[in-house]
């Protein structure tokens, strides 16, 4: 008798070498710890703070991710644009309107036999940019996929924890999970939607956390001092890994258990 | 010999009725359950899901709330301005401009002798409206405060993670704790920083679940939709309290624990 | 040997009843004074300063408009929505999403029988809302249109200087003319593009001017000071008439004059 | 008998070598044509369109600019920071924060013994950087003043069309002049208020206008289709003097006549 879950881990949004270094030596472990079948990350900060390279993005698919999503600031660095289109392991919001490089979602192969999995890379706008509607993307998406996989996985980059929410309802009994990125805090309202969907508003950053959500402290409180522009530098200490690990059950693709992952804790002292 | 901590208790957005009966539910088992000696309470939302009323605020100060502030939606009704005049137990943001309704701090007495606390509330500008610095109010603030009290409680209400966190390590050590409210999302990064101030980005709301951040979902999804205006009509069901309580030695009034509390937890499976 | 050119006059944001009222008084000369053949008149703000009612769509033709465009404020009146279904005359901007209230391009007979003219309202998003994008909406509705129509008139109701402009060029040599709205201060760039289309960033406010934008001096100063809610009041002295009058050719539909109205003029002294 | 009257030319944003030319090309003729006294000129955009340099400062300087305002783009080029501190002819906006390189006012001496001018760089918020109120700044500024100066010059460099008029209304009669910057379009309502003071929303680009607001017309397009980013290039052809020239009566500065200038004219065809 074969398997009866798929269990799916997303890491959130990896900034800079500290978090891919944070990746390179965490994540087999974790995906032993966890029996994690599937591994997707969001890297759009992988690269020093801000976009990707063809370098960080090997590094994260040597580390064990089988697919890396994206978000505003995969824009960022203008020498990643071919490499969109010439890797299918990497995905950019879907929304972006007809005519921008790369795609937004992928059907993937799980390991070991276990079918397939596809991921959708929707964007937020609400505080972002006026790029399609998320919600009809979805709809577009999920048309296109029918019947071809069991296993849905959204990662909905936005700001706005409302649009997050609305999509996680709107999609709830649809797609198998919906976990959003982007905001680099880890929220802890992981659950699971009355119709089986995986929803949970933010994974939060693996990187870098004496930081202001990646950055060097000094610039970043200066930028909020002066409304000036101070140069982004990524900062580099105190390295966190976060991530949430969804159980998908084997016959309609929903989820079954939502976990998410802070490594190591921080310092909450004893009540 | 005395007692040698002092236990708070924040508790984020009450959602309208169902959050004001939340509240009186469960606070004062709450209060027990947590030895909590003091009660401050983000009530922005109290009113219908839109600002406060004196009605309201009644009802949590008698749930055994002893300090209520606010956010951007304390402006939503109009009928409370006078209120904000004539009673010292509710704050609105402090970095409104000089003119403005009512006052963004006060000091409190801590039953039991336990002696004082300052309590200010701040409000973010990022995404939202650009009122004075809450940065240089806050140091403002607390020079006025100095050597008055030993425990300083900072709300900060505010859209933006990372002015949250940049808000967090400017004061490190000058107060007693900053916690966030605003989003409606509880975030699971409550930590103590290096210099002894509790943190936490978001307490979450304190309201129906079955929402879009205490909005009912159809009005919700529909606004996201469309981008015209629906009504907003206040959530009802699967009421949550979200809240955060930070113990303060009392020596210097450093946070030496932090605690999320949300009840009844979400169903998140088992893995 | 007929008529080779149509004048086509645009009146700007109509603000409340004194703007409905100097439309009343002055369009009849205006029309006769300029040899208007065809009158179209943005009316977002026409039921006293936001949105508009039946009456004031009523007024609006009985005083000569052929057409009447809206705006973000089309939707600040509920009780208007069922006349955007049933009154063909009036248009909301077309790039709201599929499934809004009516209709946002039409194509109406010039009387005299001149041929007929499309006439196409559409909404920036750049500090706006994220609703469809502004420039594939103008190609759709293009194509629609196809030898239908002569004459291509529309309202681009935007915020922003770069959004208007940038449609200019987008649509130059596709339509007759590209105005725009929404400012409510006319700008001094009527022009011809080089490929026959008529521009103006804005038109302009047909409405009180001792005013901010048609609001009470006082609230909306204070709004700036406080960023707190100030109850919007339609201002009511120094009412002018903005408009723009484009003459077509007959033969391509291309502006071969473009001039702008401002009555009466300012006080601008002697040099 | 003394001379009355003082004129004061102010330059809109000049854009790029194609602006800095055009102003050392014309602007002697247009002092002497006008008989300007004292010339401001908004620089921002001075260096390839986005910030200025110490060279693009004294090529203003040389052609017969005595004073050079700025806006938000005055910090996009931080090789220029040193400059604001060493060169008072050069302002950057007011009511940047405390502890902000430069400073936003200053007292000059006008050519010809005609007394001193003050000219005030302010700068909006809405839309743009939330930083200290332009209003409260303007009052703070004009009680430094008192009695120092008999005219001044206010730069109100603001995307929203409200905001700069409200300031206007709030310093009628306080000082001589209220003009805008930053939208790059010429706007047509230059008046004198009721209290005296000149008014005009925007002196619009002194630069190319083959263009979208200075930049080239494929670009900005691209950027609005596709809300990814696309390199800033400074377009090149077409190149137009915007410019005001307000006149300013010598007993209590104030503002006897306002004339826009717009070189060489737009095509308009012949109605
Ligand atoms: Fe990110
Ligand atoms: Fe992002
Ligand atoms: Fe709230
Ligand atoms: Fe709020
Ligand atoms: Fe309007
Ligand atoms: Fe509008
Ligand atoms: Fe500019
Ligand atoms: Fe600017």
């Not at 989820?255 to 310092?267: G, S």
């Amino acid at each position: 008798m074969g398997q009866k879950i798929v269990k799916v881990m997303f890491i959130g949004d990896v900034v800079g070498n500290p978090g891919l270094k944070m990746v390179d030596l965490l994540l087999k472990n974790f995906i032993k710890k966890y029996s994690v079948d599937f591994v997707i990350c969001n890297g759009e900060n992988a690269h020093n703070g801000k976009g990707m390279s063809l370098e960080s993005l090997n590094q994260l698919l040597e580390a064990g991710v089988q697919v890396v999503t994206g978000g505003n600031h995969t824009w960022s660095n203008f020498n990643f644009f071919e490499t969109l289109k010439t890797h299918p392991q990497v995905l950019r919001p879907q929304n972006y309107p007809k005519g921008t490089y790369g795609k937004g979602y992928g059907i993937y192969k799980i390991p070991g036999g276990l079918g397939d999995i596809a991921v959708i890379n929707l964007q937020g706008r609400t505080f972002m940019y006026p790029i399609d509607c998320p919600f009809r993307t979805a709809d577009w998406v999920i048309k296109q996929l029918k019947d071809q996989v069991r296993y849905i996985f959204v990662d909905i980059h936005a700001e706005a924890t409302a649009e997050k929410i609305a999509l996680g309802w709107y999609l709830d009994g649809r797609v198998s999970a919906v976990i959003g990125t982007h905001t680099h805090v880890q929220t802890a309202d992981e659950r699971i939607l009355p119709k089986g969907t995986g929803y949970c508003t933010d994974v939060g950053m693996t990187g870098p956390q004496t930081s202001v959500i990646g950055m060097q402290i000094k610039s970043a409180v200066d930028r909020m001092l002066y409304q000036t522009p101070h140069k982004y530098e990524c900062a580099e200490d105190d390295v966190h890994f976060s991530a949430v690990v969804v159980t998908f059950e084997a016959e309609k693709g929903k989820t079954v258990a939502i976990e998410r992952i802070f490594y190591p804790e921080f310092d909450r002292g004893m009540s």
